[in-house]
């Protein structure tokens, strides 16, 4: 059996050997990760297999000494409903320019025949991708615009929000669009009511709410 000086100086001895192989491993799996990223970002995409449904997304973050920047990444959901990431590109700055680059980027690698692109309501991301696929439509994601919701009313008590938050999905859980649309005017009645900030929010991103019942 190891008694108590054994198993220190084992521990010690343990510790030693972590720290000479610890720069090699993370080198090692560091030079695997970037090369994996990089065969991801170059190899071609199938030009029919993402056209119903690419989601954009943005992520601030910081780099030391650099600054702010933001990441803008494109998912996109293949026929049997799996995400794939397809590309991303790190910006100073998000707008229609930098979309642009993305979209292009997904373009030149075969992406073709997209026919929704679906986001956050990031700025210039409609504008750029019509730009790029004149065919695509732009529809607000419906949980990030659930979440802005809740964030304008703060002033309402705990039942309130939780009435509002089941009202919401009731609207957009509709089996067709002409049922979706007459929930949304109710809720808009019910609601505007009672706190003005939902009607001037929903007036932001109206035309983009019900696109996606173009695509059962």
């Known amino acids: 059996m190891f008694n108590s000086n054994t198993n220190v100086q084992f521990s010690r001895w343990i510790s030693q050997v972590v720290d ?3 720069p090699q491993l993370l080198s ?3 030079e695997s990760l970037e090369k ?4 991801l970002r170059d190899q071609q995409i199938g030009n029919n297999r993402y056209e119903r449904n690419n989601s954009m997304k ?3 973050f910081r780099i030391r000494g ?3 920047r933001v990441l803008l990444t494109a998912l996109g959901v293949d026929s049997s409903g799996h995400v794939h990431v397809l590309d991303w590109l790190v910006e100073e700055s998000e707008g229609q320019q930098s979309w642009l680059r993305l979209l292009q980027r997904l373009r030149q690698r075969g992406l073709g025949n997209v026919r929704l692109i679906v986001g956050d309501g990031s700025l210039g991301l409609p504008a750029a ?11 607000i994601c419906l949980w990030h615009l659930c979440r802005d919701l809740m964030r304008q009313v703060k002033g309402l008590n705990w039942i309130q929000r939780q009435h509002l938050y ?3 999905w009731e609207v957009f859980n509709a089996l067709t669009l002409d049922e979706c649309y007459e929930r949304y005017l109710t809720f808009l009645r019910k609601w505007n009511r009672i706190h003005p900030a939902i009607e001037r929010l929903f007036a932001r991103y109206e035309t983009h709410l019900f696109y996606y019942y173009n695509f059962p």
């Open 20 to 22: 000479a192989v610890r």
């Open 28 to 30: 090692i799996v560091k």
């Open 36 to 39: 994996s990223l990089i065969q």
């Open 58 to 60: 943005r992520y601030g």
């Open 66 to 68: 650099e600054g702010k």
């Open 129 to 139: 991708g019509k730009a790029v696929f004149p065919e695509s439509q732009f529809q």
């Open 166 to 168: 089941h009202d919401f």
